[in-house]
């Protein structure tokens, strides 16, 4: 999708250095080919206004994928013949903004963003450098799409599940489009010769503004070498650690 005016010249006349900054966009449309994603098409207003700031990008479409249900790293140690997963998790874990993308059904996120989100769970049990979760120093935002009411409960949750793994969540961190409820054209289907839902001002704004808040928030972070670990270093837990953190053999 081509941005807008508005969403060019925010592009434009952005004084901020975001070029160290990569992203994963991850698409969990339960459409197997990643062109006929609606979810997909709004994924790219937020993918473009990164890219245009020197962002390096990567769109994964979930159903593209054998990714195995469970919560371990890797499942074909626990009974599948094949998990793409690790390969995907790679992906995630050198990104330092996760945005993911799901439509609406039955009032909920997708059956792919739940396997997700799982997946991210297994991966929980890692630390990074500083014994904090492997996820921290990392920030996360949701896009939502479909054509009935239940945008904010998708994000709710989807937003909760990452902040609780530990990525940081920017304020107004999710943004959506819906149709009018029940059976109607989805986000970029034709109506009346122009996209639905490209000229919502709502849904752009709200893109934009989610898309920004994630540069920003990663910026900080990035800048500030993550959070400060005193208080939240998992180590710091063990048996027989002592609690001092002017020590530094306060780990052992």
Not at 147 to 171: F, Q, R, S, W
Not at 229 to 237: F, I, L, Q, T
Request: glycine share 10%; net charge negative; aromatic share 8%.
């Amino acid at each position: 999708m081509t941005l807008s005016e508005k969403q060019s010249k925010l592009c434009d006349q952005n004084p901020h250095d975001f070029s160290d900054l990569r992203a994963v966009l991850f698409n969990t449309s339960l459409k197997k080919a990643a062109d006929t994603s609606h979810t997909r098409l709004l994924l790219s207003v937020a993918g473009e206004i990164m890219e245009r700031n020197g962002v390096e990008v990567e769109h994964v479409h979930a159903a593209s994928h054998q990714i195995a249900y469970g919560v371990y790293p890797d499942m074909t140690e626990h009974g599948w013949d094949r998990d793409d997963w690790p390969a995907l998790w790679d992906k995630v874990r050198t990104a330092d903004i996760l945005v993911i993308g799901t439509p609406i059904w039955l009032g909920e996120e997708s059956s792919l963003c739940r396997v997700l989100i799982e997946r991210l769970y297994g991966m929980s049990g890692m630390l990074n450098d500083k014994g904090q979760s492997i996820f921290y120093g990392k920030t996360g935002g949701a896009v939502v799409t479909g054509n009935e009411d239940g945008i904010k409960h998708c994000a709710m949750t989807i937003l909760y599940a990452l902040g609780h793994l530990g990525y940081v969540i920017p304020p107004q961190a999710d943004c959506g489009w819906i149709g009018e409820a029940g059976p109607g054209p989805s986000y970029g289907d034709d109506v009346d010769g122009a996209p639905a839902g490209f000229d919502n001002d709502f849904t752009q704004r709200n893109t934009t503004i989610m898309t920004w808040n994630l540069l920003h928030m990663a910026r900080m972070l990035k800048d500030a070498g993550g959070l400060p670990n005193h208080g939240n270093d998992r180590n710091a837990w063990k048996a027989g650690c002592r609690f001092d953190y002017e020590n530094p053999e306060y780990r052992s």
